[in-house]
């Protein structure tokens, strides 16, 4: 690239910062794009991937246990499965691991096609 390109590039970056519209990773800010209005329908499962986005980056593979996030969400163990479980079918998360019992705890990631959402 050229002196004039490269700058163009950063000044471009640089208005990005200044209207609050570039996220750096590892911020704990999660965006929420128009395609997530799917997540209306269901407001539990839109604060849970909200919780989800501010906690995890794009290659973390986690677990979402009801019974570990009653104490940073607001919702029964209960609405907290259910929003997993919206989440999963409206292909937002996709399991990697089934898992069984309590040693032995299923496992998540972001779907690679809607990591901008």
Same mark, same amino acid.
């Given at each position: 690239m050229t002196e004039a390109e490269v700058q163009k590039q950063v000044d471009g970056v640089w208005k990005l910062l200044q209207a609050g519209r570039c996220i750096a990773p590892g911020s704990k800010v999660a965006a929420i794009g128009q395609e997530a209005v799917k997540l209306y329908e269901y407001p539990p499962a839109l604060a849970l991937w909200v919780f989800l986005k @501010?906690? =995890? #980056?794009? @290659?973390h593979e986690f677990c979402v #246990? !009801?019974?570990g996030l009653t104490n940073r969400? !607001?919702?029964s163990e209960n609405t907290i499965a259910k929003a997993?479980?919206?989440l999963l079918s409206v292909e937002l998360l996709a @399991?990697? =691991?089934k898992g069984v *019992?309590? *040693?032995n705890p299923s496992r998540f990631r972001?779907? #690679?096609n809607t990591l901008n959402i």
């Open positions: @501010q906690e =995890h #980056s794009p @290659q #246990s !009801p019974e969400l !607001p919702y997993r479980n919206y @399991q990697t =691991h *019992g309590k *040693g972001f779907n #690679s």
